[in-house]
């Protein structure tokens, strides 16, 4: 299979093996730039996140935009598929994302206005996205949360044994034309953590194929619930890499994590 | 490993899904449909022995039961597990097969 445009009214020079390397090389950068380790402040909550694609890039993303009321917009998200094409969307995704924002006052308006943004493109491609999208108020300390077909978030109370999910949902990106989506807002109090994360997290596999699944990322969630979210994140990284053999990370894996605990932070 | 098995009973077609619906193995979901007789009025994909299937594989199986549908053909995904299932309500699957 050639590696060029087929349908390129002038000849097109193939890419050589360097080439190719150096644009990957290049796009690795990009993608380090955009969804790697971030970390943010506002008052009241501390929030960390962090994106590895399977190969060289991915189609998970993930981003934290502080909102002018001085809170927060944690959205996360994943492309169907992997490699070159869906990062291409996931950087699209991002972008719009970004651009959306001064312009929706909700996680239901922004999930609403990027579908039916992406509804065309990704119907003609065959594929669809999920995502998740919260905004955190300082001022009352609450959290709005809408979601397009994305796992869970997971909500851990300071006197909770285990992450209970908070059961949002809505379609996922590209599927139905003009899809609405339903808010959830919580109340976190002081010392509850909220995790967010793709599927490639509870589809990691280990040697005997059992996957470390929704219930292996709650109880490392609980074991590790001490840990501040820029150390948590990381740190479930590692237990997933623990629990998976080489080749049982089959899928870009995003996480992001956050601490509540009340204004003296930020 | 995906292994797919079709019989048609008069105007039921059924296709038995199993093993890993996923980006390596859901080419063979759509030839698959193809073997169904022209008649066919209703197809019943079969989805106790699927074990898994990731955001490829569901997707296929979206397209294919919507292409079905727009041939005014019933579609019916049956014996899916909890997980599975879960995973495709959550995605909006059913929501959207029902808009048709």
Redesign the interface.
């Known amino acids: 299979m050639r590696g060029i445009p087929e349908r390129s009214p002038w000849p097109v020079r193939e890419p050589d093996r360097e080439q190719w390397v150096r644009e990957m090389q290049f796009a690795v950068r990009v993608q380090e730039a955009l969804v790697g380790d971030t970390t943010i402040s506002v008052s009241g909550a501390l929030v960390s996140g962090r994106s590895v694609p399977q190969f060289a890039v991915g189609g998970d993303c993930f981003d934290l935009i502080p909102l002018p009321n001085g809170g927060l917009r944690i959205t996360i998200a994943d492309v169907m598929g992997k490699g070159f094409g869906v990062a291409m969307l996931m950087t699209m995704f991002r972008t719009a994302v970004r651009m959306a924002t001064p312009e929706t006052d909700s996680p239901g308006a922004l999930l609403r206005r990027l579908n039916r943004q992406f509804y065309g493109d990704l119907q003609r491609l065959g594929s669809f996205l999920t995502a998740a999208c919260i905004d955190y108020s300082p001022s009352s300390r609450q959290l709005t949360m809408a979601s397009a077909g994305h796992p869970y978030p997971l909500l851990l109370r300071t006197m909770g044994d285990t992450p209970e999910p908070i059961k949002v949902r809505g379609v996922s990106v590209g599927m139905m034309p003009d899809s609405q989506y339903m808010e959830v807002s919580v109340s976190p109090a002081d010392g509850d953590k909220l995790v967010l994360f793709t599927d490639g997290v509870v589809e990691a596999r280990n040697a005997e194929g059992s996957e470390f699944s929704a219930k292996g990322l709650a109880s490392a969630i609980a074991r590790l619930r001490g840990l501040p979210a820029e150390v948590l994140v990381p740190a479930l990284l590692d237990t997933v890499a623990a629990f998976a053999t080489e080749s049982g990370v089959r899928d870009d894996v995003t996480l992001v994590a956050a601490d509540f605990a009340g204004p003296r932070q930020g | 490993m995906l292994s797919l098995r079709h019989t048609q009973s008069g105007n039921v077609f059924t296709l038995a899904i199993a093993g890993e619906l996923?980006?390596e193995t859901v080419d063979g979901l759509q030839r698959a449909l193809t073997a169904r007789s022209p008649d066919t009025n209703r197809v019943i994909l079969d989805c106790e022995k699927l074990l898994?299937a990731?955001?490829?594989g569901v997707?296929a199986l979206?397209?294919a039961a919507l292409a079905l549908k727009r041939f005014t053909i019933r579609v019916d995904v049956v014996h899916l597990s909890d997980d599975l299932k879960e995973m495709l309500?959550?995605?909006?699957f059913f929501?959207?097969l029902d808009?048709l």
């Open positions: 996923a980006l898994f990731d955001s490829t997707n979206l397209q309500d959550i995605l909006g929501e959207v808009s």
